[in-house]
């Protein structure tokens, strides 16, 4: 047995990676490619997300999604001796649909599922789903390959840590606790997906990468802290962090990278350290790169000399889940951080002009309306109203973790809420909420998306990295003080609209809640957004053009279609 098929199903929600600014790369598969690859295996990639991703940015023809039919038989084609899927909630329908399909064809092959929606939801897909023949616990390159090396010589899985498996009587039986892969041993992840996207048509600028695993912290939302990591976060070296950057960069002439992992420093002075020396390595490897890093407000505080080397380095831009400033739901968040704990970091990276992206849960079942006016003010007084996306997000509930069990113990979520149940199959606490939420997430339309990833692209992406310019002695601060002013004037007067935009919803919901003028007021605010967006394009196009090469955000642009933004 030596030809294995890995999986990375579709949806068609919108919070898929058919929207995502860092393309439709699925780097977890990849790592899992190419160890396999490492030992002696072949391996297909099949992305089925990168149809959704060139059809959404216009770079293939509209038409129906391919059928389950399809999928199956391109799959099936290559006749592989083991399907492995990596699922989440959004996926896990189609991902059903495949699999049983498969099963009905080829009755003996085995199929395995992997990612947080199947590890945690493991006894349900074991009791429920015969088409499902093991899930994988945590990181799959080791445990894959043992159970390819145990399929080969008939073997028993049973054998293997880190499986789910089903005994003879239909229940689960764990093998034990999976093996956890020391980083730096692992191959640099195969990148089919990069490769398909740049065959297809896209000019491919952008990729993700990343340097670490795992995270210390316990947020109730997460589903990190179920995974039961033995070690909490593991870190490549910086060394072979910036060798693949390097190699990527050679290869395919990447320009920017989104480092996609949890924390890319946490708030150890190792963490600290290691991110110093990767912006070192950076800066003498010659790269001319961007670069965005995830990481919590607290690993930053007072480190304005990191940033700043940082940012000689590449960073265009922070990520911080800052997810609310109402300390009471920081609390049953248990985010272990505060409100002015953010303030301070934001000012600091504002004044060293990096670009913010944050994270942020607008709504959740135990918000309350007081706690709606202060993330609405909390999040104007940051800048961060001028994104819808902002303040439209509802709580996405996983099994398997505290939030989860917490609302069922109140009575607001089903006590077999489970792999197949709906992200928001919750009840609220305040009814009225539940329904201003749910038609913030409602009006997320395709252009409302569209527009949000243009701003966000310019605000993050772009004015960060002509100050970076300006920082290298490549440009005169002149330049970069015109490009801000023009952020600083649109992306205010948008913060500005996006907030009454807010109270006024609020307003509308805490007294008597009417989804005709809820949406009427929606369209306005869209249409405003509209006419803001087209007035900064009118305003950018008057730059130099030398100038215009450093503005991605209009690659492609055209006002009033819809097109590929970046």
């Known amino acids: 047995m030596k030809r294995i098929a890995l999986v990375l199903p579709s949806s068609d929600e919108k919070r898929s990676s058919a929207i995502s600014q860092a393309g439709a790369e699925h780097l977890g598969l990849g790592y899992i490619a190419a160890y396999l690859r490492q030992h002696g295996y072949h391996v297909d990639v099949f992305n089925m997300q990168v149809d959704n991703y060139l059809s959404y940015w216009e770079l293939a023809e509209d038409g129906p999604a391919k059928s389950v039919e399809e999928t199956v038989a391109q799959i099936l084609r290559g006749e592989p001796d083991l399907v492995g899927m990596s699922i989440t909630g959004i996926t896990i329908n189609q991902a059903l649909r495949m699999s049983y399909r498969m099963k009905e064809l080829r009755p003996e092959l085995p199929i395995i599922w992997g990612g947080h929606q199947a590890f945690y939801s493991a006894r349900d897909l074991m009791e429920r789903e015969p088409c499902v023949d093991a899930v994988v616990a945590s990181d799959g390159e080791i445990t894959m390959v043992r159970v390819m090396e145990a399929l080969s010589s008939g073997g028993d899985l049973a054998s293997i840590t880190g499986l789910y498996l089903r005994t003879p009587e239909g229940r689960m039986r764990y ?92 708030s150890t002075r190792r963490g600290r350290e290691r991110a110093s020396r990767i912006a070192d390595l950076i800066m003498e490897s010659g790269m001319r790169i961007g670069y965005r890093a995830l990481m919590r407000a607290d690993a930053i505080v007072g480190e304005r000399a990191l940033i700043e080397k940082m940012m000689d380095s590449g960073l265009s831009c922070v990520y911080i889940g800052v997810e609310s400033g ?48 202060i993330d609405g003010r909390f999040l104007h007084s940051i800048g961060q109203m001028y994104l819808y996306s902002n303040y439209c997000q509802t709580l996405d509930v996983f099994p398997g973790t505290e939030m989860s069990m917490m609302l069922i113990q109140r009575r607001l979520l089903a006590a077999d809420f489970s792999y197949d149940s709906p992200y928001d199959e919750y009840d609220w606490e305040i009814p009225a909420i539940g329904s201003l939420g749910r038609a913030y997430m409602k009006g997320y339309t395709e252009e409302q998306i569209e527009a949000d990833k243009l701003f966000q692209r310019f605000a993050v992406v772009d004015v960060p990295g002509i100050w970076r310019q300006v920082r290298g002695g490549e440009r005169p601060e002149s330049v970069a003080l015109r490009v801000q002013e023009i952020a600083d004037r649109h992306l205010g007067e948008l913060n500005d609209a996006g907030l009454r935009f807010f109270e006024d919803s609020l307003d509308l919901a805490s007294s008597a809640w009417d989804q005709d003028s809820f949406d009427a007021r929606r369209k306005q605010h869209l249409e405003r957004t509209l006419e803001i967006r087209d007035r900064m394009w009118e305003d950018l196009r008057e730059l130099p053009s030398d100038m215009l090469d450093e503005i991605t955000c209009l690659r492609g642009a055209k006002v009033g279609a819809r097109s590929e933004f970046c």
């Open 175 to 266: 093998t034990g606790p999976p093996p956890e892969p020391a980083l730096d041993e692992l191959p640099e992840p195969a990148r089919d997906t990069l490769e398909e996207m740049i065959a297809r048509g896209l000019h491919v600028t952008d990729a993700r990468i990343t340097t670490s695993r795992g995270c210390p912290f316990k947020c109730t939302f997460c589903v990190d802290p179920s995974l039961g990591y033995r070690v909490k976060w593991r870190a490549r070296s910086a060394e072979l962090v910036v060798a693949e950057m390097k190699n990527l960069v050679d290869r395919y002439g990447i320009e920017f990278f989104w480092f996609s992992e949890d924390n890319f420093i946490p």
């Open 326 to 373: 109402s300390p009471r739901r920081l609390e049953y968040f248990k985010k272990q951080e505060s409100p002015e704990e953010y303030r301070e970091v934001l000012e600091m990276l504002a004044q060293t002009r990096v670009g913010l992206q944050i994270g942020f849960i607008m709504f959740d079942p135990l918000t309350t309306w007081e706690d709606l006016r």
